[in-house]
Nanobody, 115 residues
């Protein structure tokens, strides 16, 4: 059973920066794609950013140019660097890694951006 752990998160002022990290219990080389999702209160979970094994990335329009996703195969981590944070970025952020017939999720970490 693969585990994804997301330490980090927290409270930050608007305009500030925060980095989320997702640590996998196995080599992340097995995952063709890893991603970060978020869910704000009363809203559906949405894709924030995705990265493939080859380093190809894509982002939600709302975060493009502000967020950067990266993966470190040596450390088995996927990171999300978040800059120029806005109050509307407030949400629980989840790490995700689909693999064959399974879809692994982290437990989620709260990010709160104050205005």
């Amino acid at each position: 059973q693969v585990q994804l752990v997301e330490p980090g998160g927290g409270l930050v002022q608007a305009g500030g920066s925060l980095t989320l990290s997702c640590a996998a219990s196995t080599s992340i080389r097995i995952f063709n794609t890893m991603a970060w999702y978020r869910q704000a209160p009363g809203k559906q979970r949405e894709l924030v950013a995705r990265i493939t094994t080859y380093g190809t990335t894509n982002y939600a329009a709302s975060v493009k140019g502000r967020f950067t996703i990266s993966r470190d195969n040596a450390k088995n981590t996927v990171n999300l660097q978040m800059n120029s944070l806005k109050p509307e970025d407030t949400a629980v952020y989840y790490c995700n890694a689909p693999y064959r017939y399974d879809n692994y999720w982290g437990q989620g970490t709260q990010v709160t951006v104050s205005s």
